[in-house]
């Protein structure tokens, strides 16, 4: 049945010009049913809403500490408690080599890591596992309150 939800969530289920709310409603129903392992790639500019879909999943998978759930920008990698085990975040925006990634210990979270949620993943494209699912999002130049969204989910072949 989470197999069903989750294929729907990844098709025909995801909004393709939500607001705020529904891109909100839509990450918390997609973080209940997320398989483990599992990595999600997200893309879009800056102020595209990555993080507010990062924050939605958590709150979905079952985050305790919500309001800890933020922009690892400086950190680079956040982990936040979870039922089913650790829920790993990074936004690797300020990476600029392969070295840097690997001081990170990149390969181990990757393989280890229950949730890995990537933020700007274009620094890691090399890395990631060929099911990881990607996430884009980008500005609704129509309307500013919405976001247009796309999803590449390998699994769904």
Not at 40 to 53: P, S, V, W
Not at 96 to 115: F, K, N, Q, Y
């Amino acid at each position: 049945m989470a197999a069903d939800s989750l294929a729907y969530l990844l098709g025909r289920g995801a909004p393709r010009a939500p607001d705020r709310d529904s891109l909100e409603a839509w990450g918390r129903a997609l973080g209940a049913v997320l398989p483990r392992p599992v990595v999600i790639a997200f893309e879009g500019d800056l102020g595209a809403g990555k993080t507010t879909l990062v924050r939605a999943i958590c709150v979905g998978i079952g985050v305790a500490a919500i309001e800890a759930v933020t922009s690892p920008t400086f950190s680079i990698i956040q982990q936040y408690n979870a039922p089913g085990g650790p829920v790993v975040h990074a936004d690797l925006y300020r990476l600029r080599s392969d070295t840097e990634l690997e001081m990170l210990g990149w390969d181990e979270l990757v393989e280890h890591a229950p949730v890995l949620l990537v933020e700007w993943p274009d620094r890691a494209v090399n890395t990631l596992p060929r099911d990881t699912i990607h996430v884009v999002l980008g500005h609704d130049h129509e309307n500013a309150d919405r976001r247009l969204l796309r999803i590449h989910a390998p699994t769904m072949r």
